[in-house]
């Protein structure tokens, strides 16, 4: 009887029309202004470099991680002063074992510190490390408490992906001049291409996610998810081009294709994608269109692709020969280069540069840590009836792929981000919120 009790209580809780809250029947909130300023701090490097914001007299990235500390600080002692009290309904997630497993990854993490040089480079990657990429993999867990907490933290990121997004496709249609700096490839707000598709694609990924559950209408949808698309197809960014091509497909086959009234709409998603990536291709300049296509046709004679594979087939030949890695910024002294002589800092796999750089001890954490937290999410996700779950897995995977093949650990602080939220987030019973083909 008592477990009863408790199932109808939470189906209570959760209950309600969409577009109004699940308690007391207030309107739903879509964005919190603490979603907003770690979704800001994640992205700020996106967008500081911009002319626009050259008026602000303090680096944004800072400036931003301090609000967040701010936030989440009044967070823990709002919750220090309660904890004699019943605890809150609907805290979805956990803190002490996402927080040790953090912990252990980060202690580890320090070893390479111990031994070896430090030239310059490498102080400046290890302190990046064990200040903004720490915070980014921790501060997580004191800002977000609900679902409700998770899916605003989606949306925020969502915002900014679209601003990027709406700023590089009109560049794309009026037909402006693309600068020298980023190779003739679109980009936005002073963004690198990369930066650009990274954001512009984990946007897509979730407003697609919302709409596959029934929470989004298809009249707002489509434009969205289209200039996404074109924004990440005219970066001429192949990580993020091909995390969205994996993240979004597998995520239909794991919790929508079960019914079919759901695999109609699975299908009708996958189609409008498609499309907006043939619209991105017809739009985007020549510079993207032939990166893309040389990856597509299996070509990898370009200066970026062959550069790629001199970088993991150094990688692949030295980690079994340093057990203790290289050090943090040991691959930039290994003088591996592209074909145009342009020098490659890391091996754009966080894999491999865990187990080069970090050792092999490293590397087996930080592999176990994320595998764990995809399956995590996947199992809330097909068992929970959750959005919030389904979305934490899609964005998760996203990221995780595009890191595989871009850029270096403190670049992908945002994976930490979703690891850390996919260990810790408990998931909602099945009674307590829609199935994924309910409306």
Same mark, same amino acid.
């Given at each position: 009887?008592?477990?009863?009790?408790?199932?109808?209580?939470?189906?209570?809780?959760?209950?309600?029309?969409?577009?109004?809250?699940?308690?007391?029947?207030?309107?739903?909130?879509?964005?919190?202004?603490?979603?907003?300023?770690?979704?800001?701090?994640?992205?700020?490097?996106?967008?500081?470099?911009?002319?626009?914001?050259?008026?602000?007299?303090?680096?944004?990235?800072?400036?931003?991680?301090?609000?967040?500390?701010?936030?989440?600080?009044?967070?823990?002692?709002?919750?220090?002063?309660?904890?004699?009290?019943?605890?809150?309904?609907?805290?979805?997630?956990?803190?002490?074992?996402?927080?040790?497993?953090?912990?252990?990854?980060?202690?580890?993490?320090?070893?390479?510190?111990?031994?070896?040089?430090?030239?310059?480079?490498?102080?400046?990657?290890?302190?990046?490390?064990?200040?903004?990429?720490?915070?980014?993999?921790?501060?997580?867990?004191?800002?977000?408490?609900?679902?409700?907490?998770?899916?605003?933290?989606?949306?925020?990121?969502?915002?900014?992906?679209?601003?990027?997004?709406?700023?590089?496709?009109?560049?794309?249609?009026?037909?402006?001049?693309?600068?020298?700096?980023?190779?003739?490839?679109?980009?936005?707000?002073?963004?690198?291409?990369?930066?650009?598709?990274?954001?512009?694609?984990?946007?897509?990924?979730?407003?697609?996610?919302?709409?596959?559950?029934?929470?989004?209408?298809?009249?707002?949808?489509?434009?969205?998810?289209?200039?996404?698309?074109?924004?990440?197809?005219?970066?001429?960014?192949?990580?993020?081009?091909?995390?969205?091509?994996?993240?979004?497909?597998?995520?239909?086959?794991?919790?929508?294709?079960?019914?079919?009234?759901?695999?109609?709409?699975?299908?009708?998603?996958?189609?409008?994608?498609?499309?907006?990536?043939?619209?991105?291709?017809?739009?985007?300049?020549?510079?993207?269109?032939?990166?893309?296509?040389?990856?597509?046709?299996?070509?990898?004679?370009?200066?970026?692709?062959?550069?790629?594979?001199?970088?993991?087939?150094?990688?692949?030949?030295?980690?079994?020969?340093?057990?203790?890695?290289?050090?943090?910024?040991?691959?930039?002294?290994?003088?591996?280069?592209?074909?145009?002589?342009?020098?490659?800092?890391?091996?754009?796999?966080?894999?491999?540069?865990?187990?080069?750089? %970090? =050792?092999?001890?490293?590397?087996?954490? *930080?592999? @176990?840590?994320? #595998?764990?937290?995809? &399956?995590? +999410?996947?199992?809330? !996700?097909?068992? %929970? =009836?959750?959005?919030?779950?389904?979305? *934490?897995? @899609?964005?998760? #995977?996203?990221?995780? &792929?595009? +890191?595989?093949?871009? !850029?270096?650990?403190? =670049?992908?602080?945002?994976?930490?981000?979703?690891?850390?939220?996919? #260990?810790?987030?408990?998931?909602?019973?099945?009674?307590? !919120?829609?199935?994924?083909?309910?409306?």
């Amino acid at each position: 009887m008592p477990a009863i009790t408790r199932n109808m209580g939470a189906a209570r809780a959760y209950a309600g029309p969409r577009g109004v809250s699940r308690r007391r029947g207030r309107p739903r909130v879509a964005l919190s202004f603490r979603g907003l300023a770690f979704a800001g701090f994640l992205c700020a490097g996106a967008f500081k470099a911009s002319p626009r914001l050259a008026w602000l007299p303090v680096d944004l990235t800072l400036s931003l991680v301090v609000v967040s500390m701010l936030i989440a600080g009044g967070l823990v002692v709002q919750a220090l002063l309660a904890r004699d009290k019943a605890r809150p309904r609907g805290s979805d997630l956990r803190t002490m074992e996402p927080m040790a497993a953090a912990a252990v990854l980060f202690l580890f993490l320090a070893l390479p510190m111990l031994g070896g040089e430090h030239d310059a480079y490498s102080i400046e990657k290890t302190t990046r490390l064990f200040t903004l990429t720490l915070v980014a993999a921790v501060l997580p867990l004191a800002l977000f408490r609900t679902r409700g907490d998770l899916e605003r933290f989606y949306n925020a990121l969502t915002v900014l992906g679209l601003i990027m997004a709406v700023d590089a496709s009109a560049t794309l249609l009026t037909g402006h001049k693309l600068t020298e700096q980023t190779h003739g490839r679109a980009s936005a707000w002073g963004a690198s291409p990369l930066q650009l598709g990274r954001v512009a694609g984990l946007a897509a990924v979730w407003i697609v996610v919302r709409w596959l559950d029934r929470r989004a209408p298809l009249l707002l949808v489509a434009p969205a998810v289209g200039a996404l698309l074109v924004a990440v197809v005219g970066s001429g960014s192949r990580g993020p081009l091909l995390a969205v091509s994996v993240a979004i497909p597998l995520s239909c086959l794991l919790f929508y294709l079960t019914r079919v009234r759901t695999a109609a709409r699975v299908l009708l998603g996958l189609a409008i994608c498609g499309g907006f990536l043939v619209v991105g291709m017809r739009l985007a300049p020549d510079a993207a269109t032939e990166r893309i296509a040389r990856t597509v046709s299996g070509d990898f004679s370009g200066s970026s692709e062959e550069g790629r594979a001199r970088a993991y087939e150094r990688s692949l030949k030295l980690i079994p020969a340093h057990p203790l890695g290289i050090g943090w910024g040991g691959f930039a002294d290994l003088n591996v280069k592209t074909p145009s002589g342009a020098p490659i800092d890391y091996p754009h796999n966080f894999v491999l540069e865990a187990f080069l750089e %970090g =050792g092999w001890l490293v590397g087996v954490l *930080l592999s @176990a840590l994320v #595998l764990g937290a995809l &399956v995590r +999410a996947a199992s809330l !996700g097909m068992h %929970g =009836g959750d959005v919030a779950a389904r979305g *934490l897995f @899609a964005v998760l #995977l996203y990221l995780v &792929v595009n +890191a595989l093949v871009s !850029g270096d650990i403190n =670049g992908n602080r945002y994976m930490l981000s979703f690891v850390v939220l996919a #260990l810790a987030y408990r998931g909602v019973p099945r009674a307590a !919120g829609p199935a994924p083909d309910a409306g």
